[in-house]
């Protein structure tokens, strides 16, 4: 996955919180806010950076932290810029760099991969708890499970098999997903098995 996909990725998500009138609406599959979903997303997606940048050694020196009057569409152009900065991290990567993340030693891949993954399934979960309809381009769904969960079936709808790997969806028969993970780094490195 590439910087592209991070600005597909974003594009979709910046969409669906154009709809939301109110950032203060609840979440209440997060516990949070519209805002405070944004704000989360925006979180990951800086972290994600500095994560690919710093290497296989965890970096957690600091906290990102919203301030309390912060306005839904100040985040949301915050949410871009982060987006922008992880997908311009991502495309200058090396082949061989890699950082750490607490499921693995991710490649730019995986880290674009994970970004794409919290933009996607957070404004789902936007959404749903605002009861807005709402997917993502379907190329794009297909290409995050492709990376992240390889072992989620590939044959149907890629963003209902998203949704199932991450918990938030069912699969005909498929057992529902009460814990997940995915597989960020390399490809290659996959052992074939699906995480338990």
């Known amino acids: 996955m590439t910087g592209d ?26 516990a949070t ?21 710093a290497g296989p050694v965890e970096v957690s020196a600091f906290d990102l932290v919203r301030r309390p009057d912060v306005e839904l569409a100040e985040m949301r152009r915050q949410l871009g810029a982060a987006a922008e900065v992880l997908a311009r991290v991502v495309d200058a ?5 890699r950082g750490a993340h607490s499921w693995g030693l991710a490649d730019a891949s995986g880290f674009a991969g994970m970004g794409c993954a919290e933009m996607l ?10 009861e807005l309809t709402w997917a993502p381009p379907a190329a794009l769904a297909d290409t995050v499970l ?6 989620a079936p590939a044959d149907g709808d890629p963003w209902a098999a998203l949704l199932w790997a991450t918990g938030r969806g069912e699969l005909p028969g498929r057992e529902p ?8 780094a390399p490809l290659s ?5 699906q995480p338990a």
Do not use: I, K, M, N
């Open 5 to 30: 996909d991070l600005r597909a990725a974003d594009a979709a998500v910046q969409e669906l919180l154009s709809r939301v009138p109110d950032g203060g609406a609840a979440v209440p599959l997060l």
């Open 33 to 53: 806010d519209v805002t405070g979903v944004a704000h989360h997303v925006t979180s990951c997606l800086t972290w994600y950076a500095a994560d690919l940048v």
């Open 93 to 97: 990567a090396g082949p061989d760099e």
């Open 121 to 130: 399934l957070h404004t789902w979960d936007v959404a749903e708890g605002r």
């Open 146 to 151: 492709a990376r992240l969960f390889p072992w």
């Open 177 to 184: 997903l009460t814990s997940w993970r995915w597989h960020c």
């Open 189 to 193: 490195e996959w052992d074939g098995t």
